[in-house]
Nanobody, 124 residues
Framework: QVQLVESGGGLVQAGGSLRLSCAGL????????MGWFRQAPGKEREFVAG????????YYADSVKGRFTISRDNAKNTVSLQMNSLKPEDTAVYYC?????????????????WGQGTQVTVSS
């Protein structure tokens, strides 16, 4: 069992930055690939970014490439999402997810463990 707790959401103006964090509790954190997803009102949950368990590989959705950076610290059992140049269309509830795999899953069904989500609102 892996428990994930997100933090760092909030309200920011367009062009601003936020940093989300996700703390992992339970099993060996370094065994899990980590992902960030988001869900806007009325829309399906979508993949944002993922990082391999050793942090050697990352993968981003085209919509955030060049603006968001995912990173992890296995010694502290945390994964972060640095979000820069935020746009109103980035407004959503952001979720971190974990899956025990050497790959970087990019779909919801591939992740077994999920956090409760944190709201990010970008005003225009």
């Amino acid at each position: 069992q892996v428990q994930l707790v997100e933090s760092g959401g909030g309200l920011v103006q367009a062009g601003g930055s936020l940093r989300l964090s996700c703390a992992g509790l339970g099993r060996t954190f370094s065994n899990y690939a980590m992902g960030w997803f988001r869900q806007a009102p009325g829309k399906e949950r979508e993949f944002v970014a993922g990082i391999s368990r050793g942090a050697g590989d990352t993968y981003y959705a085209d919509s955030v490439k060049g603006r968001f950076t995912i990173s992890r610290d296995n010694a502290k059992n945390t994964v972060s999402l640095q979000m820069n140049s935020l746009k109103p269309e980035d407004t959503a509830v952001y979720y971190c997810a974990a899956q025990r795999t050497p790959m970087i899953p990019t779909t919801q069904r591939e992740y077994e463990y999920w956090g409760q989500g944190t709201q990010v609102t970008v005003s225009s």
